[in-house]
């Protein structure tokens, strides 16, 4: 055990011993306990208090007359009662002038499930009858709720008997031919009957409670724990004093550290040594991924303007040239701004597929998939497949084809004379491999095959380098299928990129 290690277990014995007698039992069971039981009752006594509000809006269709409900629940609840709509704009305050401390959201208006037109209109003369009903049971003194009905919409509820005054002659709902406005568009059904919704709905509220600076009551005996706690906080702040002051100086260095961090200064390091030595070196780790994460975020940044410069610039070329009667407006040019606007997209493209994959947004449409079929549809002059049998996976199949694509075609913008595709499994994983005798890849380059805007040849134009992203999405891809993809090349002897994917059905750690 290190000198850290016995001087920090020193400390924590000491401080245990002399908290376990006052504080353990009493601090740690009953305050913990009474706290708890407290919050939760403010937060159901809060969600009551939201039921009232949501059940007030809901029979009056509007928030008219709320500033007359809230003192009453103020009361009952024992502390500042606001409602405010979702903007802000506030409703009614029991308490005018201070920032709430809890809030809770009160959803007035349904999710609109209705998949027919119908559906809707049978819908809405169900609320509407329900909410007539509601009504008359709140006009006569009965004590009523809200509940979840049918397709979402609001039901008015009670456990009391209902007068016959509140029943409703039985009738049914044929809604007449000029009711119909929208057929089978779903979109203008959701349109209009929202509408009706919301003029019979008051809109969405929060229900907050409380004061920053009003305290939360919570039933607890604070004098006992405040002695015991401020007898035993004395004795642990002179023994951490006395015990500490050598074996946290190492901190000290972490912490100025980290302030230059967040003044954005990420070169600082600590030194690994002492009784630290493991967590400096965790942090120096941190601090050198944190940099390089900078770095690359500031190249990306300028490779993206670099690769929009060139197309922006051709294209305002082409226009400024016309404009001044140097190149006339006939067909060739409008096809060479077409282009230059193709590719300008498919830069875009692919740059919203890259961060799209990156943060696990990009969808894929899993099904069986067997690679020498996919591989199959390749065979052209100058690719050979080689994929004697099946070996067929769980994946999106277009998503696999544009890796393969890709390859193929990096392949051929390398010099490649041939590409061979070759597929087979081996154990649980599916391997599929893209050889060809091309220029090959420097073996300092390797690293950063991909890595995005990254090219073999900076010299080379898009037209033969490509835009440098196609490989970093691939690898995006890949790694969603929980896969992998690497590469092996040689100068002058060409580059082989491998892919490996689980089997349909075999267990992969």
């Known amino acids: 055990m290190s000198r850290f290690a016995l001087k ?44 009232e509000v949501r059940l007030q809006g809901l029979l009056t269709g509007s928030w008219d007359g709320i500033d007359a409900l809230l003192p009453p629940l103020a009361q009952r609840l024992g502390q500042r009662v606001r409602v405010v709509l979702t903007d802000g704009s506030v409703l009614a305050d029991t308490q005018p002038g201070t920032s709430p401390r809890q809030s809770v959201a009160v959803q007035t208006r349904p999710d609109y499930v209705f998949s027919t037109e119908i559906g809707a209109l049978i819908a809405i003369a169900t609320y509407e009858a329900g909410l007539e009903r509601g009504r008359c049971l709140r006009k ?60 019979l709905m008051p809109p969405p509220v929060l229900v907050q409670a409380g004061a920053v600076d009003q305290p939360q009551q919570a039933k607890v005996a604070l004098l006992p724990i405040l002695l015991s706690a401020g007898l035993v906080a004395l004795l642990a702040l002179v023994v951490s004093l006395l015990i500490s002051r050598g074996a946290l100086r190492p901190i000290s260095a972490l912490a100025a550290s980290a302030r230059r961090f967040g003044a954005g200064d990420l070169s600082g390091r600590v030194p690994e040594k002492g009784d630290l030595a493991e967590l400096t070196r ?77 943060s696990g947004s990009l969808v894929y449409h899993m099904s069986t998939v067997d690679l020498a079929d996919l591989l199959s549809t390749y065979r052209a002059a100058g690719v050979v497949v080689d994929a004697p049998e099946p070996v067929v996976v769980h994946a999106d199949h277009d998503r696999l084809r544009q890796v393969v694509g890709n390859l193929v075609t990096n392949a051929q913008r390398a010099g490649a004379f041939s590409v061979t595709l070759r597929c087979r499994a081996e154990g649980p994983w599916a391997v599929v491999e893209v050889a060809d005798n091309g220029w090959g890849i420097a073996a300092g380059h390797l690293p950063h095959v991909f890595d995005r805007f990254w090219r073999a040849d900076n010299a080379r134009g898009r037209e033969t380098g490509g835009r440098g992203l196609g490989l970093a999405i691939a690898r995006e891809i890949i790694t969603a299928h929980r896969g992998s993809i690497s590469v092996a090349s040689a100068v002058g002897v060409g580059t082989t990129f491998t892919v490996r994917l689980p089997l349909q059905g075999a267990p992969v750690a």
Not at 288 to 296: D, G, K, V, Y
């Open 8 to 51: 920090i277990a020193a400390l924590v014995v000491v401080t245990v011993v002399a908290a376990v007698a006052a504080t353990a039992w009493l601090t740690l069971r009953e305050t913990t306990r009474q706290v708890e039981k407290s919050v939760e009752v403010a937060w159901q006594e809060l969600e009551e208090v939201a039921q």
């Open 140 to 199: 006569v003194g009965s004590r009523v709720r809200v509940e979840q009905g049918s397709n979402n919409v609001p039901a008015f509820v009670t456990d009391d008997p209902v007068p016959a005054v509140c029943v409703p002659a039985a009738k049914g709902f044929t809604p007449s031919s000029n009711e119909f406005v929208c057929g089978n568009d779903k979109g203008c059904v959701m349109r209009t009957y929202g509408a009706r919704f919301a003029e």
């Open 282 to 358: 965790a942090f120096n780790a941190m601090a050198e991924s944190l940099q390089r994460s900078r770095e690359q975020q500031h190249n990306m940044i300028a490779d993206i303007a670099h690769e929009l410069r060139t197309p922006l610039a051709n294209i305002r070329g082409y226009i400024e040239g016309v404009r001044d009667g140097v190149l006339p407006a006939d067909d060739e040019l409008y096809r060479s701004l077409y282009e230059e606007a193709l590719l300008q997209q498919r830069l875009i493209d692919d740059l919203q597929d890259l961060a799209l994959a990156e």
